[in-house]
């Protein structure tokens, strides 16, 4: 999946920033809602091991998540096993689009 360099959520343009390494240890990815910027890592910031294109694609679609429902002012965007399920599940139905 390409990572898009803009994406609209709501009545907002967020850009898209690809980092080598998060700057918190941990860390794949992160939005800042007020910034409108959603940050993605390449790698690892523990092991230094590059993130295959699966993982980095379902942190895209993870950190979107977030802002969508930021966005709809929903409490859910604060629920991290909410978020990563919807957009594991958001990232295999993508992928699994036949054209």
């Known amino acids: ?12 343009w967020y850009d898209v920033e690809m980092l080598d390494t998060m700057p918190n240890k941990g860390k794949m990815g992160r939005v800042f809602f007020t ?4 940050q993605i890592a390449r790698r690892s ?3 230094g ?6 993982e980095i694609s ?11 429902l930021h966005d709809m002012n929903h ?3 604060k629920n991290e096993r909410c978020v990563s399920g919807f ?3 958001l990232n295999r139905a993508v992928n699994s689009a036949r054209l």
Do not use: C, Y
Not at 49 to 54: E, H
């Open 1 to 12: 999946m390409l990572i898009p360099k803009k994406i609209k959520v709501g009545l907002k």
């Open 35 to 38: 910034s409108k910027l959603i």
């Open 45 to 47: 910031n523990r092991t």
């Open 49 to 54: 091991r590059t993130f295959k294109p699966a």
């Open 58 to 68: 379902d942190t895209f679609w993870h950190e979107l998540t977030h802002a969508i």
């Open 75 to 77: 409490p859910l965007w």
């Open 87 to 89: 957009a594991e599940r």
